[in-house]
């Protein structure tokens, strides 16, 4: 279709979504990045954050992402995410029990890689939770 972009989101497990699209919202480390037909080509790293996906000015769909690499060309974008889950699937409960455990994580790691590891996962569930309770574009 005319003005559409084909859009891949893969996670190691499966293909989560395969669609044409107008438009689409990606959280690149740089800064959030739109999507539409005729983009220019680039290559990026996803950053923790949420793919809002757009029909018209609506946003028809939000995934959240823990990180990958991004590829866009002209007609197409090809998201390719460490993790990937809809947002409406969140578990709040289950996200907040992460952010505890692992702020603790943090506090009692016994050397530096330890502590990184418990840091970036700790960055990814507060990313997780600001994308149910604070969504960027509505």
């Known amino acids: 279709m005319?003005?559409?972009v084909a859009l891949e989101l893969v996670s190691p497990e499966n293909l989560i979504l395969s669609k044409e699209i107008e438009m689409a919202i990606l959280p690149a480390e740089e800064g959030d990045l739109g999507v539409q037909f005729g983009h220019a080509p680039i290559i990026a790293t996803v950053r923790p954050g949420t793919i809002s996906v757009f029909k018209g000015t609506?946003?028809?769909e939000r995934i959240f992402v823990s990180g990958g690499f991004l590829e866009i060309t002209e007609e197409r974008c090809t998201v390719l995410a460490e993790e990937a889950i809809s947002i409406a699937d969140i578990d709040v409960?289950?996200?907040k029990q992460q952010i505890s455990d692992l702020t603790d994580d943090v506090k009692i790691a016994k050397s530096d890689s330890e502590r990184e590891r418990a840091e970036?996962?700790?960055s990814v569930a507060v990313a997780k939770l600001q994308a149910v309770e604070t969504p960027a574009y509505s």
């Open 120 to 122: 970036t996962a700790l």
């Open 58 to 60: 609506t946003v028809e």
């Open 93 to 95: 409960s289950i996200v």
């Open 2 to 4: 005319a003005d559409m």
